[in-house]
């Protein structure tokens, strides 16, 4: 089968590797038919960041159950599944109250095991999810990173009648827009300095949209003023400066939800620390996509707003091809930011 491997220092090969096998009862193999590139693997690939090389990424995919072990009776061959990549222990004091992403025993397929750039994958049943038939198998591998934007939604007991702002118009903060548009936000804000990135963002539905670049903190807040009450913020930017500008723009008791992985120490100003405490605003911090029971019912959201063309995802594709387009694809960021999904698809 043709896999696309990471080498150590942004080697990027296709190569052909022999098709796994299952091993064990709970294991399900899956003929893949579309993965996306995750942000989280650029540093995996350009800096020395996967746990081990060569290694072959991709947590974000969808296929059709090839064969499954003795003891996987609710799935056949044939049925569309989508990858859950977090495979927690179910056993630890975390797990047991449903915080599976806090789990330290957990494995990730992926990540700490090769993942879905390949044409076959196994995996446990644990990581599966099943998805309806009227569901195109090519959106399954977007239920994981739509689900991300869900939790911080989870975690703040909805956006339903919200004034939700979106400091950070990538994939995942465009993705959050929508599932927040369809889920009864009462605005919705987008927040960046891309003006390609915010153009796209009122395409799909925003309420308004503001560059951070030629904007003051005053002009937002100005800006914001009649939807200042009942905020929740997501920052999924991921960097110190849209941290603080999610703190500086924040209305009075506003949930802000930190979602972005940051790679730069944080250091706040006194004035903007300040701020949290003036404004009396609530920091959630968000972690992956998981909640009880397993995976949560943020998944469960994903396919409802999925099957439901709730949720305009073509837009967001920069490149679709096929194993040797999708290398060259990822080969070309030498460790930039993507400037929008890159997706390998199998024929």
């Known amino acids: 089968m043709k896999s696309v491997v990471i080498h150590a220092e942004g080697s990027v090969r296709v190569e052909e590797r022999p098709v796994p096998q299952i091993q064990a009862a709970d294991d399900v193999l899956v003929r893949i038919v579309c993965s996306g590139l995750c942000g989280s693997d650029i540093p995996r690939i350009f800096a020395k960041g996967a746990h081990y090389y060569p290694i072959t990424l991709g947590h974000e995919f969808s296929g059709h159950v090839e064969a499954c072990g003795a003891d996987v009776k609710d799935l056949q061959a044939g049925d569309a599944v989508a990858c859950i990549p977090l495979l927690p222990c179910f056993s630890c004091p975390e797990c047991e109250k449903g915080y599976y992403s806090l789990c330290k025993q957990y494995q990730f397929v992926g990540s700490r095991r090769d993942g879905g750039n390949a044409e076959y994958i196994v995996v446990k049943r644990a990581n599966l999810f099943r998805?309806?038939?009227?569901m195109?198998?090519?959106?399954?591998?977007?239920?994981e990173p739509v689900t991300v934007g869900l939790h911080a939604f989870h975690l703040a007991s909805g956006c339903k009648g919200k004034n939700v702002v979106i400091v950070g118009a990538g994939t995942i903060g465009l993705?959050?827009?929508q599932c927040a548009l369809a889920l009864g936000a009462k605005s919705v804000t987008a927040i960046d300095i891309n003006d390609d990135k915010l153009a796209l963002a009122t395409s799909l539905g925003?309420?308004?949209v503001f560059n951070s670049r030629a904007l003051s903190v005053d002009d937002i807040l100005n800006a914001l003023r009649d939807s200042r009450f009942d905020q929740l913020v997501l920052e999924t930017a991921g960097t110190p400066q849209t941290v603080s500008l999610a703190i500086d723009i924040a209305g009075p008791h506003a949930q802000i939800a930190l979602v972005g992985t940051l790679h730069h120490d944080l250091n706040l100003p006194v004035?903007?620390?300040?701020?949290?405490?003036?404004?009396?605003?609530?920091?959630?911090g968000s972690w992956m996509n998981y909640s009880a029971p397993w995976p949560g019912e943020e998944w469960e959201t994903a396919v409802r707003l999925l099957t439901g063309k709730k949720l305009q995802l073509e837009p967001l594709i920069a490149h679709i091809g096929d194993s040797e387009s999708f290398a060259q694809a990822v080969q070309a960021l030498n460790g930039a930011p993507m400037q929008g999904k890159i997706m390998l698809r199998f024929a």
């Open 136 to 143: 195109a198998i090519e959106d399954g591998a977007f239920i």
């Open 131 to 134: 998805l309806p038939a009227e």
């Open 175 to 177: 993705l959050a827009m």
């Open 271 to 284: 004035a903007t620390f300040g701020k949290i405490l003036r404004k009396e605003l609530t920091l959630l």
């Open 206 to 208: 925003a309420t308004q």
